[in-house]
């Protein structure tokens, strides 16, 4: 029993320094935002320009979060009901990349089918006898939609067929069909999680940056992100944007809180193969719900679609295969180096969140790998640009803060993955392993590695499309000659060099599923050396 009583230990030499980081950079971050060593403009909030800015951003957040979510419930109830539905895995693995795509694949996609000269706009114009431009409140709904549709359906979906076939046959036994078992047996399945899936739409939309700044169309169609960037990047108004920033972290920060306290959004679960018995869905409604389901899968896949037959237009000759390899180059270096320091952080704090010994060390470490989603990336950038203006050369050193953000960015969910992984290891094998009496170098190599491969690889491949897309931090601290392929894909765009845009976009779309393959990999049997 007493080679059992000290298990391997995590590493203190190491926790304390990213302890320290995690925490330092909030610190400064915020303590920038009080006006320490550049004043902050409060008499911003008289200003009619702050509050139309503000009122929008609300306002395109609950649209985008209301349509998100009405339009994903009924074919969320498709997807749970209808067990002869076609290509449903396929399609709800297209709906998590979709969620996790970066956003300027999205974005040039809609311009190619949307845009001025896009090959729907002529149907468009047509039938709105107003006017048709993709630029404004339309597009960044029609992004944000798109976004964030997958998000609600899967997570839905799975509330759906939680629901036991126990329940199932008992409102069969009763004669309940309609709005009678609609209201009493599956809306309660779903009223627990709407209001947190709602509200984290919601806090996705109020935080968007590269739509806002895409689609907007001009200073009238702004949110606090944007605004952020352009009075640091364009106007150089330190003061403004401390102001600016202020206010999105406590707004953003309590909506957070409030969500937080509504319940967590399972929304990387896999579909969960076999179901009990369930209700077959009448003819008629079986077959609207395939029809609206071939309509979502059409406005899930044209823009993506799209892209194709505009880098053949364009002339592979044509096309800028120098600037794409360069920056595929400087992407892939940015978000591996960023994803490798987010893996082994969350790994760390995962390690020592899942000691039920020290239950102090454990909320600490929860707190430090979680509390960065309350800090939002924007506000977290501008902060530390600020705070070192004066002692770093930010065209030098920018790349370091690129990779450093992203990271953090990326820290909170890489930890809610690995996290129940590591518990599980800790609580069935930890002591087992103990008492091999393993070198800590060895145990980590032969035990733990070995059995938490899975979740690893999962953890990796969210990490990386998670950072592929970055396009607000690097829009802060990145350079010409740095350029990623996120931003490429913007100056492209923003040229009108939609052909060479489409053809960077679709690259980036590839090395995303990569990310994907390795998130949605089934675990396999994972063997551990345990005595070599």
């Not at 925490?23 to 303590?31: D, Y």
């Not at 839905?156 to 008992?170: N, R």
């Not at 203006?389 to 050193?397: F, P, S, V």
Request: proline letters at 6%.
């Amino acid at each position: 029993m007493a080679l059992c009583r000290q298990p391997v230990k995590p590493d203190r030499v190491l926790l304390w320094p990213v302890l320290l980081l995690l925490f330092g950079s909030s610190a400064l971050a915020l303590l920038a935002l009080t006006g320490w060593q550049q004043p902050t403009d409060l008499h911003l909030w008289q200003d009619p320009w702050f509050w139309q800015v503000l009122r929008f951003t609300f306002w395109q957040a609950l649209l985008s979060a209301l349509f998100s979510v009405v339009l994903a419930l009924p074919l969320a109830r498709v997807l749970a009901l209808d067990s002869g539905l076609p290509g449903k895995a396929a399609f709800l693995r297209w709906c998590l990349l979709c969620f996790v795509m970066p956003s300027l694949i999205l974005i040039t996609g809609l311009v190619v089918m949307f845009g001025h000269s896009g090959w729907l706009t002529p149907l468009l114009t047509r039938l709105f006898h107003s006017g048709w431009s993709l630029y404004g409140l339309t597009g960044i709904l029609l992004a944000h939609v798109f976004l964030n549709l997958p998000l609600a359906v899967r997570v839905l979906s799975a509330q759906w067929s939680s629901i036991p076939s126990s329940a199932w046959k008992m409102a069969a036994q009763l004669q309940l069909t309609g709005f009678r078992r609609f209201l009493l047996l599956e809306w309660p399945a779903l009223r627990g999680v709407l209001p947190a899936l709602s509200g984290f739409i919601f806090l996705l939309c109020f935080n968007s940056f590269a739509v806002v700044l895409a689609l907007g169309g001009g200073p009238g169609v702004s949110t606090l992100e944007v605004a952020i960037y352009q009075a640091l990047k364009y106007q150089f108004n330190p003061s403004e944007a401390l102001f600016l920033a202020g206010v999105q972290l406590l707004l953003a920060g309590g909506l957070f809180w409030l969500i937080s306290r509504w319940g967590k959004l399972q929304w990387l679960a896999a579909p969960s193969g076999e179901t009990g018995w369930q209700p077959s869905l009448p003819g008629v409604v079986r077959w609207l719900g395939r029809g609206y389901y071939l309509l979502v899968l059409l406005f899930l896949t044209l823009p993506t679609l799209s892209l194709a037959p505009a880098v053949i237009s364009r002339g592979w000759a044509r096309l800028p295969w120098s600037q794409l390899g360069l920056a595929s180059g400087w992407s892939l270096i940015f978000a591996l180096a960023a994803s490798l320091l987010a893996l082994l952080m969350a790994l760390l704090l995962a390690w020592v969140a899942a000691e039920p010994a020290r239950r102090g060390w454990s909320k600490l470490a929860e707190l430090a790998a979680l509390h960065h989603l309350v800090v939002p990336g924007m506000v977290l950038s501008v902060g530390l640009y600020i705070f070192f203006m004066a002692q770093i050369n930010w065209l030098d050193w920018g790349w370091v803060a690129v990779i450093w953000l992203n990271a953090l960015v990326a820290l909170p969910f890489a930890f809610s993955q690995l996290k129940p992984a590591v518990f599980v290891y800790r609580s069935s094998y930890q002591k087992l392993a103990a008492s091999l009496q393993l070198a800590p170098w060895l145990h980590w190599q032969r035990v733990i590695l070995p059995s938490l491969q899975p979740a690893l690889l999962r953890v990796t491949g969210l990490c990386l499309v998670l950072t592929l897309g970055d396009f607000a931090i690097f829009g802060i601290f990145g350079q010409a000659e740095h350029r990623t392929l996120p931003w490429l894909i913007h100056e492209l765009a923003g040229a009108y060099r939609l052909g060479e845009a489409a053809l960077a976009s679709l690259w980036l779309l590839a090395l995303a599923f990569t990310g994907l393959w390795l998130l949605e990999k089934k675990p396999g049997r994972c063997r551990a050396e345990w005595g070599r």
